[in-house]
């Protein structure tokens, strides 16, 4: 069974720069979450892709996008970075598109904006 | 906002002593519970489901809706159990802000 991988590990973005990071669901999963931790908090949902649709969104503006692709791997972009974007960001898969499911999630990639 | 409430930042407990984490929800129609945790240099995972009524390592958990509770508990912690222990509930996928349980010997 292969598990979540997220690439890449860490990052350093300049403010106002575009970032793309990326999920590799594990297999048999079909659901994608994202979501952002500041340190010492929780996880804060992003959103979650579902059929290659987005499946529900938590309280971020619209520069935080994503993407599912047929094979359910899955892309988080950023624009505008901001500094306060620097997080951990993970990833989580998921069968079945529903929120009662039990997560599965990645190392995350550790984003520092400057 | 649909809230996942732990009301403390860290636990320290020794060994052999009983140990509970508390988690509050805010109420939403059919809640469903989880508690995740993160062992150190490890990812998140889950630890346990309200609907899956078992024991984890020696953890429960009930669900007491009329207080919209899921408190963790565990009767004689373990050093392998210190660790960050998050609570979550099926809205949004909401997270509590997490527990650091230290289990000293």
């Known amino acids: 069974e292969t598990g979540v991988t997220q690439s890449p590990t860490h990052l350093i973005k300049t403010r106002g720069q575009q970032v793309t990071l990326r999920c590799s669901s594990q297999s048999g999963h079909n659901t994608v979450s994202w979501y952002q931790q500041a340190l010492g908090q929780g996880p804060q949902f992003i959103f979650q892709?579902?059929?290659?649709?987005?499946?529900g969104r938590g309280n971020f503006p619209p520069r935080f996008s994503g993407l599912q692709f047929p094979n359910y791997s899955s892309e988080l972009n950023v624009n505008a970075l901001e500094l306060d974007d620097s997080a951990l960001y993970l990833c989580a898969s998921s069968w079945g598109g529903s929120y009662n499911s039990p997560l599965h999630f990645g190392n995350g990639t550790r984003l520092t904006v400057t | 906002a649909q809230r996942v409430t732990q009301p403390e930042k860290l636990l320290s407990v020794f060994k052999g002593a009983p140990v509970e984490l508390k988690c509050n929800y805010s109420?939403?129609?059919?809640?469903?519970l989880f508690w995740y945790v993160q062992y150190s240099r490890q990812r998140l995972q889950l630890l346990l489901r309200h609907i899956s009524r078992e024991s984890i390592k020696g953890f429960t958990a009930d669900l007491n809706k009329g207080e919209t509770s899921f408190h963790l508990k565990k009767p004689f912690a373990q050093e392998e159990d210190s660790a960050m222990y998050y609570c979550?509930?099926?809205?949004?996928?909401?997270f509590g802000a997490g527990t650091t349980v230290t289990v000293r010997a």
């Open positions: 109420y939403s129609g059919s809640p469903e």
């Open positions: 979550a509930r099926n809205y949004k996928l909401s």
């Open positions: 892709y579902y059929r290659e649709e987005e499946n």
